[in-house]
């Protein structure tokens, strides 16, 4: 059968992309990262939509999600509740998510809030801590964050995560991808990042509960070094390190990314019939 390919959008639901091969194959779920979109995930397709059904969605404000605003601060919870709603909608009882650096963060909240929806994870570019020098770029921001434009500060954090060469279209494609947010909604999103702490927290004190694999770059200089601790302290958690990666190594060498997910997969046992 070939897989059918649905778009959806309305005022109360994220964007989202389904492509189903039947209702016996098992869902994959893409979580993008903050400033990017679904569209990320779009050279994946090929390898995964013959085995898995697929289900990608736009967070709230980005890509083509136009949902119903709120004057409420973003929250994870309100996240992790979009797209449930979207799982809600297109039947999706459980799901193996994959997710990209806050995306990652997400994920391992949807674990927190609502674990009978996660049947594993596969983290990329995983942020599970901020260290000093990240807690200083991230209060910088919120210092400048109202007469700065946001692009700049955008391209300033894009730079400064992925600032070497070989990362240079890895940080105009996400710079692209942001442009179509508006000031209001990364101001928005930028303030979610005080809340961040709390899952935070939950990476280092309790250990994920579903088969969990970590891809990380070599070159992720804020962040590999954390998961590299939090793979020791739980070892049942897989770590792959992309050698001359950076932050969004899925980006950067999509191929051995398919091939180390599905691998991933092939380990894991069967959904009973009902998940």
């Given at each position: ?12 639901l ?31 397709i ?37 797209v ?30 609502v ?56 940080r105009?494609?996400?710079?692209r ?9 990364f ?16 990476f ?37 390190i ?7 190594c ?26």
């Amino acid at each position: 059968m070939d897989p059918k390919r649905v778009k959806e959008q309305n005022m109360d639901l994220l964007h989202h992309t389904v492509h189903k091969v039947s209702d016996h194959h098992e869902w994959v779920l893409f979580l993008h990262g903050a400033g990017g979109s679904s569209r990320l995930w779009t050279q994946h397709i090929k390898a995964f939509k013959d085995r898995f059904n697929i289900l990608l969605v736009d967070l709230r404000g980005h890509g083509q999600s136009n949902v119903t605003p709120t004057h409420q601060p973003y929250t994870l919870d309100l996240l992790t509740h979009d797209v449930t709603k979207v799982m809600d909608v297109c039947g999706v009882q459980s799901a193996h998510v994959v997710g990209i650096s806050l995306g990652a963060i997400l994920q391992r909240w949807m674990v927190h809030r609502v674990p009978e929806r996660v049947r594993s994870l596969v983290m990329v570019g995983a942020i599970t801590r901020f260290d000093q020098w990240t807690w200083a770029l991230v209060n910088f921001g919120h210092t400048v964050k109202s007469w700065i434009p946001f692009m700049t500060l955008y391209r300033l954090f894009a730079w400064i995560i992925m600032p070497k060469r070989n990362h240079k279209a890895t940080r105009r494609l996400f710079v692209r991808e942001a442009k179509k947010m508006s000031q209001q909604e990364f101001l928005r999103w930028f303030e979610l990042t005080k809340k961040v702490p709390e899952a935070f927290k939950l990476f280092r004190q309790v250990e994920i509960p579903v088969p969990t694999l970590f891809i990380m770059g070599e070159e992720d200089h804020l962040f590999l070094k954390h998961v590299k601790q939090l793979t020791t302290i739980y070892p049942s958690y897989g770590l792959e390190i992309f050698s001359d990666c950076g932050h969004v190594c899925s980006v950067e060498k999509p191929r051995l990314f398919d091939k180390s997910t599905l691998a991933f997969y092939k380990t894991l046992k069967p959904a009973s019939p009902k998940g």
